[in-house]
């Protein structure tokens, strides 16, 4: 009569539970990550709500010095309120993007390898970088400069934006601005995995200016100035990317040489 085999358990080897365990491990792990993101979220939003009268005055700070006599109206009775809670929100989420990346990091990098893990620190802290400079750039130059040449009004005129409208408009050309300084990044990331060497762009140097200046006019509202103030950093976004691709062969040991040699 054989032998029965001894049931598989964790004095034969196996987890407890085997594959069905670690699902819910990670499912636990993934859940209490969510909910520090939630307190972190909901903790900022709290503060930012305290001080909505300072965040009102950052949203309005381009178009006062653009025009210092505008005015905003609240076309709707719940205009104003829920225009603030928006403001409020992105504040809050945008106080709450690092816990969110650091959360999230904390849960893959486990099942990265090393030269995985080694790649996402580096591009993680520049890519926040580059999203913040790109929102200054906006907010402190782009955006007066376009309010000034859009909005042209003589001295016996009185300015009066919808302010839902205007948030929105802002908050648009901010998020815009900030994913555009990406490219600098995109295009080491192209170079390294062979997708588009540096070469093929600067071979094709009048295609991709032309290429900005069509972006740039589609992305910013129909006016010449505005569209010089996207598709001008949009070329020297291109000339950094090109530039950061050269450095980045040489930190590898490649100077001067293609990713796929």
């Not at 992105?90 to 790649?119: C, D, K, M």
């Not at 060497?197 to 200016?209: G, L, S």
């Not at 972006?215 to 530039?243: C, H, K, M, R, Y």
Request: hydrophobic content about 55%.
């Amino acid at each position: 009569m054989p032998t029965p085999l001894p049931a598989a358990g964790p004095g034969n080897g196996e987890p407890e539970g085997g594959p069905e365990s670690s699902l819910v491990d990670h499912l636990a792990e993934l859940r209490t990550r969510i909910l520090i993101c939630l307190a972190s979220f909901l903790a900022w939003f709290a503060v930012a709500w305290w001080q909505s009268d300072v965040l009102v005055r950052l949203a309005l700070g381009p178009l006062r010095q653009a025009f210092p006599t505008a005015r905003l109206a609240a076309l709707t009775v719940t205009e104003a309120f829920v225009t603030t809670l928006k403001l409020s929100a992105l504040a809050a989420l945008t106080a709450t993007l690092p816990v969110i990346v650091w959360q999230a990091w904390r849960f893959v990098a486990p099942g990265l390898l090393p030269r995985e893990r080694f790649w996402s620190r580096l591009v993680l802290v520049p890519a926040m970088l580059c999203f913040a400079i790109g929102v200054a750039f906006c907010y402190l130059v782009a955006l007066p400069a376009a309010l000034g040449f859009l909005i042209q009004s003589g001295d016996f005129l009185v300015l009066t934006l919808s302010y839902a409208a205007f948030v929105e408009f802002e908050m648009m050309f901010l998020v815009v601005m900030g994913v555009l300084f990406e490219l600098p990044l995109l295009l080491v990331f192209l170079d390294v995995t062979g997708l588009f060497p540096a070469e093929r762009v600067r071979e094709n140097r009048r295609v991709a200016i032309v290429a900005a200046f069509v972006v740039g006019g589609i992305l910013s509202p129909p006016d010449v100035v505005s569209q010089f103030l996207v598709s001008v950093p949009l070329v020297l976004l291109t000339e950094a990317g090109l530039w950061l691709s050269l450095a980045a062969r040489r930190f590898r040991g490649q100077p001067g040489a293609g990713p796929n040699k």
